[in-house]
């Protein structure tokens, strides 16, 4: 038997995900503008990659923003479904009528 009793684990955070990508994709594209005028010193050096690496990582930010933009709408379409659903069953239900069936009641 375990010493500390056992808790169902929370729900999951929700967080704003199209603010935190977004942010991110910014800073790459901004790390991308501030490294393109030192192109020829870290080429010199041995970094010459690193303003492409920034627009890339600033690019598939991009496919990020669309992928969490789409997936926000899709939950809240989800949720919206969900409560018409519910509030069009609540509505149908008869007085009195508890949603069991005739077959699960137990008087």
């Known amino acids: 038997m375990p010493k500390t009793p056992l808790h169902p684990s929370p729900p999951p955070l929700e967080a704003n995900d199209v603010?935190?990508?977004g942010g991110g994709t910014v800073l790459w594209f901004v790390a991308f503008l501030a490294?393109?005028?030192f192109q020829g010193t870290l080429s010199d050096h041995g970094h010459g990659?690193?303003?492409w690496i920034c627009l890339s990582g600033g690019l598939l930010g991009l496919i990020g923003l669309w992928?969490?933009?789409a997936r926000r709408d899709a939950i809240a379409r989800d949720r919206a479904a969900e409560a018409a659903n519910?509030?069009?069953n609540d509505a149908q239900?008869?007085?009195g009528d508890d949603g069991q069936g005739p077959a699960t009641r137990s008087d």
């Open 67 to 69: 992928y969490c933009r």
């Open 35 to 37: 490294l393109l005028p």
């Open 86 to 88: 519910r509030t069009t």
């Open 49 to 51: 990659t690193w303003p």
């Open 93 to 95: 239900r008869a007085p």
């Open 19 to 21: 603010a935190i990508v």
